[in-house]
């Protein structure tokens, strides 16, 4: 080991999140004094202070630690100086292994003011580490506790949004960066993708939400940055419930307090509240984003740059394949050109009349159908939205609201029943402790309460779901007609609007009626499919082919 007057010390510092509640005793600044003091009183050359503020013993990568370690390797130092040895990690197998196998086979000596270092530390690491286990799983349980309970427990508050000053569970909305959000939403619903919003945040010098936040807090950031939006950020905000006020906590958790790796929990475990602040972007515009990222669906572009404006969405009402994009050029009598757009069967045209028929339309056509539809049923929802509501719901399931109210009322019977059971099954515990009730009479009487009250519990169990399932129901028929408000003056089509409203639309094969070739359409809508038949203008619409 090193001879005293050679010591060449680092001092390494490290405070944890936990350790600040501690008190002053194990503050950063504290650490440094009682350090420093040693090594010039024992008249020491101190080469280095190392401190990682912050940072969990469990957590091996902190930046000052790993850039000490290089220092050893390198010879820049050979004593690193420590007031205890929790302060250098609280895993016990990594702390014995660099305390001896690493630092003696680089030449550095460990020292610990407040500790000797002999055979018995391997158990005071042990006891380290212990205390490590069961402090992170009282703070995981203690978190938990707060989600439940409708409390904010993430450190920052989301990009948007500020903590609020008189509320450290809660947070209000950030003057400054909740117009962006909306403008990241208002971008990728005209159709442009993650990466291009990126690059259109960077280049107008919009800081980047992790930079933001230091920024704010006067302080700088700690981890390596390159002060820039990617396309990974712009897809978490927009898949972020939060901008609509919901607050869904605990999706993920780390591999253990060892190993801070993130791991997805399912949905199940989530923990959900809705409508619980402030929302930043209306549920209309939120669902019409989250309909474009499910459906992941890019409209090719012809040669002519322009995009073919129903594809992906037409099927053939006989073989049930995909209708695709057709483009004629005809020339006026004038001498003018004129473009036409129509679709057909993929089978017809991949194998001719053998495998299926054209079912030929007009994309003019169908387009002036379709507006007509969204736009009349747009109008409907307007003037009786629960009307609408009830006749989606009973086309949907057999069980109508009629159901739902009998299901509720058989519940309520149900559940009063067992109330009653449970007296009766306390009394007659009471009866047969007393003698009043003899044995065999008392063994008849509770299995009959028994067998009773398991059979409605059952029963209650099975209303419950399917009240569930209806109103999961009602939730979908209302997230539609919430939408369908939006379009009741809709007078020109969009990729992103078809895609947001309707799932698929289904074209017959044209027949000839009075002259002019007439097929039939079905429009299916996303949330609801096709609209009841005793609506006007709902299921079949009659288009004409021609352009």
């Given at each position: 080991?090193?001879?005293?007057?050679?010591?060449?010390?680092?001092?390494?510092?490290?405070?944890?999140?936990?350790?600040?509640?501690?008190?002053?005793?194990?503050?950063?600044?504290?650490?440094?004094?009682?350090?420093?003091?040693?090594?010039?009183?024992?008249?020491?050359?101190?080469?280095?202070?190392?401190?990682?503020?912050?940072?969990?013993?469990?957590?091996?990568?902190?930046?000052?630690?790993?850039?000490?370690?290089?220092?050893?390797?390198?010879?820049?130092?050979?004593?690193?100086?420590?007031?205890?040895?929790?302060?250098?990690?609280?895993?016990?197998?990594?702390?014995?292994?660099?305390?001896?196998?690493?630092?003696?086979?680089?030449?550095?000596?460990?020292?610990?003011?407040?500790?000797?270092?002999?055979?018995?530390?391997?158990?005071?690491?042990?006891?380290?580490?212990?205390?490590?286990?069961?402090?992170?799983?009282?703070?995981?349980?203690?978190?938990?506790?707060?989600?439940?309970?409708?409390?904010?427990?993430?450190?920052?508050?989301?990009?948007?949004?500020?903590?609020?000053?008189?509320?450290?569970?809660?947070?209000?909305?950030?003057?400054?960066?909740?117009?962006?959000?909306?403008?990241?939403?208002?971008?990728?619903?005209?159709?442009?993708?993650?990466?291009?919003?990126?690059?259109?945040?960077?280049?107008?010098?919009?800081?980047?939400?992790?930079?933001?936040?230091?920024?704010?807090?006067?302080?700088?950031?700690?981890?390596?940055?390159?002060?820039?939006?990617?396309?990974?950020?712009?897809?978490?905000?927009?898949?972020?419930?939060?901008?609509?006020?919901?607050?869904?906590?605990?999706?993920?958790?780390?591999?253990?307090?060892?190993?801070?790796?993130?791991?997805?929990?399912?949905?199940?475990?989530?923990?959900?509240?809705?409508?619980?602040?402030?929302?930043?972007?209306?549920?209309?515009?939120?669902?019409?984003?989250?309909?474009?990222?499910?459906?992941?669906?890019?409209?090719?572009?012809?040669?002519?740059?322009?995009?073919?404006?129903?594809?992906?969405?037409?099927?053939?009402?006989?073989?049930?394949?995909?209708?695709?994009?057709?483009?004629?050029?005809?020339?006026?009598?004038?001498?003018?050109?004129?473009?036409?757009?129509?679709?057909?069967?993929?089978?017809?045209?991949?194998?001719?009349?053998?495998?299926?028929?054209?079912?030929?339309?007009?994309?003019?056509?169908?387009?002036?159908?379709?507006?007509?539809?969204?736009?009349?049923?747009?109008?409907?929802?307007?003037?009786?939205?629960?009307?609408?509501?009830?006749?989606?719901?009973?086309?949907?399931?057999?069980?109508?609201?009629?159901?739902?109210?009998?299901?509720?009322?058989?519940?309520?019977?149900?559940?009063?029943?067992?109330?009653?059971?449970?007296?009766?099954?306390?009394?007659?515990?009471?009866?047969?402790?007393?003698?009043?009730?003899?044995?065999?009479?008392?063994?008849?009487?509770?299995?009959?309460?028994?067998?009773?009250?398991?059979?409605?519990?059952?029963?209650?169990?099975?209303?419950?779901?399917?009240?569930?399932?209806?109103?999961?129901?009602?939730?979908?028929?209302?997230?539609?007609?919430?939408?369908?408000?939006?379009?009741?003056?809709?007078?020109?089509?969009?990729?992103?609007?078809?895609?947001?409203?309707?799932?698929?639309?289904?074209?017959?094969?044209?027949?000839?009626?009075?002259?002019?070739?007439?097929?039939?359409?079905?429009i299916v809508y996303n949330y609801v499919g096709s609209i009841p038949e005793q609506l006007p203008k709902a299921?079949?619409?009659?288009?004409?082919?021609?352009?």
């Open positions: 080991m090193a001879k005293l007057q050679d010591k060449q010390v680092g001092v390494y510092v490290r405070l944890s999140n936990e350790d600040m509640r501690a008190g002053e005793s194990v503050s950063i600044e504290n650490q440094k004094l009682m350090l420093t003091k040693h090594v010039n009183e024992m008249g020491w050359e101190l080469k280095e202070i190392y401190v990682d503020d912050g940072f969990s013993g469990t957590n091996q990568n902190r930046p000052a630690f790993q850039r000490m370690m290089s220092d050893v390797k390198q010879g820049f130092i050979n004593t690193i100086l420590i007031k205890d040895l929790s302060r250098l990690g609280r895993n016990y197998l990594e702390v014995g292994n660099l305390a001896e196998v690493f630092l003696p086979e680089h030449g550095c000596e460990l020292i610990s003011l407040n500790e000797k270092l002999d055979d018995m530390m391997v158990f005071r690491n042990w006891f380290n580490e212990q205390h490590s286990k069961s402090t992170s799983k009282k703070v995981k349980a203690a978190k938990r506790i707060s989600a439940e309970n409708g409390k904010y427990i993430g450190a920052y508050a989301p990009y948007g949004y500020a903590k609020d000053p008189n509320n450290r569970h809660g947070f209000v909305v950030d003057n400054n960066t909740a117009p962006i959000v909306r403008s990241i939403f208002e971008m990728r619903v005209s159709g442009m993708g993650y990466r291009a919003i990126a690059v259109g945040l960077n280049e107008d010098g919009v800081i980047p939400p992790k930079d933001y936040y230091y920024q704010s807090q006067n302080r700088k950031n700690p981890r390596s940055s390159n002060r820039m939006w990617n396309d990974s950020t712009i897809k978490a905000i927009i898949a972020n419930e939060v901008y609509i006020g919901n607050l869904v906590q605990c999706k993920s958790s780390s591999l253990s307090y060892k190993n801070q790796k993130q791991i997805k929990k399912p949905k199940d475990e989530w923990i959900r509240f809705e409508n619980r602040h402030e929302p930043l972007i209306e549920r209309a515009l939120w669902e019409r984003v989250q309909e474009m990222g499910r459906k992941n669906y890019k409209p090719r572009r012809r040669a002519d740059g322009e995009t073919n404006l129903f594809v992906g969405l037409l099927y053939c009402a006989d073989c049930g394949s995909r209708l695709r994009a057709s483009v004629e050029r005809r020339t006026k009598a004038d001498g003018s050109g004129v473009k036409y757009v129509s679709y057909l069967c993929s089978s017809y045209a991949q194998s001719g009349k053998i495998a299926c028929t054209a079912h030929i339309i007009y994309e003019n056509a169908l387009s002036e159908l379709v507006i007509e539809q969204i736009r009349t049923h747009a109008q409907m929802v307007q003037y009786n939205e629960e009307r609408i509501i009830e006749s989606i719901l009973s086309a949907q399931s057999n069980e109508t609201m009629s159901y739902r109210a009998a299901y509720q009322s058989e519940l309520e019977a149900h559940k009063k029943q067992i109330t009653r059971l449970d007296f009766l099954i306390e009394n007659l515990y009471e009866d047969k402790v007393t003698g009043v009730v003899p044995k065999a009479m008392f063994k008849r009487q509770i299995q009959k309460f028994e067998q009773d009250r398991v059979e409605r519990l059952q029963s209650v169990d099975m209303l419950e779901k399917r009240i569930k399932d209806m109103k999961q129901e009602t939730d979908t028929a209302g997230t539609w007609t919430h939408l369908m408000k939006c379009y009741t003056e809709l007078d020109t089509l969009d990729s992103e609007t078809l895609l947001l409203l309707i799932d698929k639309i289904i074209i017959s094969e044209p027949q000839r009626i009075n002259g002019k070739r007439i097929c039939e359409v079905q299921t079949t619409q009659i288009a004409e082919v021609t352009a």
